[in-house]
């Protein structure tokens, strides 16, 4: 494990991506050894992060690896997991980005691999995200990186975000916060999928939307 006295809430950081991983390996929001999360250290210019070839039910102190902002990666027997560039990248844009929780869930992957943005139709998702961009595959058809994920969120207002044929993305100030995204977009493709069901079975091609995410915002723009 790297010096504690360098990061002295390396312990309560590596515990907290521990027991989110495995709500999220729980939840079957990521199975085997995809998807990622990784958290900012306190000191600001280095995250802890889950390492190439790990399971989410898998985490342990050992095995997490700690990188500082500008790549170098603390000494560790693992490899890098692919996604790390955009992870740091992410946190180098958005200084109220503490957290990162990268799955691939099936009802947003599936949304996602139709090339289809999955739509924020619940008062939650317009409270808690407001819009959830389909970032589509790199320009030679290969994963996404830094390069399409993060000109998408330098906008600040971006919570969310669903890789097309690869998975989501959810951020937040915190990893339980961010995996509270990283739930509602799933759950939301799922109440889509159903929705957009049972209306085909129906005959009938719209359905409202809500335009406020709480009863507060209603009366204050009424």
Same mark, same amino acid.
């Given at each position: 494990m790297a010096d504690t006295a360098r990061f002295p809430d390396l312990t309560d950081k590596m515990d907290a991506l521990i027991a989110t991983a495995r709500r999220s390996f729980d939840l079957r929001l990521q199975t085997n050894a995809g998807g990622n999360l990784s958290v900012r250290l306190g000191a600001g210019n280095a995250i802890v992060i889950k390492p190439s070839g790990v399971g989410f039910a898998e985490c342990t102190r050992d095995n997490l690896q700690v990188v500082l902002l500008d790549g170098t990666i603390l000494p560790s027997e693992l490899k890098p997991s692919k996604d790390l560039d955009f992870h740091l990248d992410l946190y180098r844009i958005r200084p109220d980005i503490n957290a990162i929780v990268h799955c691939h869930s099936p009802w947003a992957t599936?949304?996602?691999?139709? #090339?289809?943005?999955?739509?924020?139709?619940? *008062?939650?998702?317009?409270?808690k995200i407001g819009r959830m961009p389909l970032i589509a595959l790199s320009a030679n058809g290969g994963p996404q990186t830094e390069v399409e994920i993060s000109p998408v969120f330098r906008d600040p207002q971006i919570r969310a975000a669903v890789l097309a044929n690869h #998975?989501?993305? #959810? *951020? #937040?100030?915190?990893?339980?916060?961010?995996?509270?995204?990283?739930?509602?977009?799933e759950e939301t493709a799922h109440i889509a999928y159903v929705r957009d069901t049972l209306m085909a079975a129906h005959g009938r091609s719209t359905a409202d939307l809500p335009r406020y995410g709480t009863a507060a915002d209603a009366r204050a723009a009424g």
């Amino acid at each position: 494990m790297a010096d504690t006295a360098r990061f002295p809430d390396l312990t309560d950081k590596m515990d907290a991506l521990i027991a989110t991983a495995r709500r999220s390996f729980d939840l079957r929001l990521q199975t085997n050894a995809g998807g990622n999360l990784s958290v900012r250290l306190g000191a600001g210019n280095a995250i802890v992060i889950k390492p190439s070839g790990v399971g989410f039910a898998e985490c342990t102190r050992d095995n997490l690896q700690v990188v500082l902002l500008d790549g170098t990666i603390l000494p560790s027997e693992l490899k890098p997991s692919k996604d790390l560039d955009f992870h740091l990248d992410l946190y180098r844009i958005r200084p109220d980005i503490n957290a990162i929780v990268h799955c691939h869930s099936p009802w947003a992957t599936g949304y996602a691999s139709a #090339g289809l943005e999955i739509p924020c139709l619940t *008062v939650q998702t317009i409270e808690k995200i407001g819009r959830m961009p389909l970032i589509a595959l790199s320009a030679n058809g290969g994963p996404q990186t830094e390069v399409e994920i993060s000109p998408v969120f330098r906008d600040p207002q971006i919570r969310a975000a669903v890789l097309a044929n690869h #998975g989501t993305i #959810g *951020v #937040g100030k915190t990893l339980m916060a961010a995996q509270y995204l990283a739930e509602i977009i799933e759950e939301t493709a799922h109440i889509a999928y159903v929705r957009d069901t049972l209306m085909a079975a129906h005959g009938r091609s719209t359905a409202d939307l809500p335009r406020y995410g709480t009863a507060a915002d209603a009366r204050a723009a009424g």
